[in-house]
């Protein structure tokens, strides 16, 4: 069996047919984390935790995108006042996250690429309210002693010193990893997890961090319904393709397909406290 550890099945990209695809993943025995990624799609993945009690399971967060409001044409803003209706840790997020069905925090974390189009001004408000969200999302994490699930672009020394001030002996993963080998160890240093996408199923440049990893602090994720592997690029992705990443890992340290899949499954169970 396998676990997908980072999938969206609660997005709109699912709508037409989510219960077809929740069926199909379970019945090819992935399991899968459903990851929310503001409050609405938080609640759409406890939502599915409660339908399918069995082999999926559900995070509440809130993604640095929606720590304010994303509008890719910076101008279109008319308004710095009227931009600003972002989401915040507030009581109904807390109260959802408190839920015993919820098992970790986020996706929360650190992406200033969003950001790029934006005027500097509106930039340095934007950058500041992120930090704020992901601080206050690292606080509930610790209150509920929840795992974090960590969405960080680029900016991995600035999380890690987010995390050491706010919670030195948190848990969690660094979702979608892309960074150097140094990066990797750093993660490694604190604890911490590094999840591998599709992305390494296409890529080279991060074949010799991977090999450098060790297998019991890796998750394996797909990230759906976004950036499908080969061979399934360009298609909508879904959680059964997470086998193209444990192959490329077992191909990439010269191990057997089974002994990833086992490895994996079973630290998401020790991440997750399942
Ligand atoms: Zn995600």
Redesign the pocket.
Known sequence: MLFDS?T?LNLAAFDEDRDAVVKRTLSSDVYMLN?G?CYQTSCQALDMKNKYPKGLWASAGIHPNHAFSFKKDANEISNILDTIEAEDVDDKFKILASDKNISAIG?CGLDDSYLKDFPEDLKEIYKKKEREVFRDQILLAKELNKPLIL?VRDLYEEALDMLQTFWPEARGVF?FFTGTKEQAQMILSKGLYIGLSGVITYSQGYDEMIKSLPLDKILIET?APYVAPVPYRGLRNEPIYVAQVALKIAELKNLDFEQVSKATVNNVYKLLSI
Request: negative net charge; hydrophobic residues 10%.
């Open positions: 980072h969206h990851v990624t996706e969405h979702h990230d």
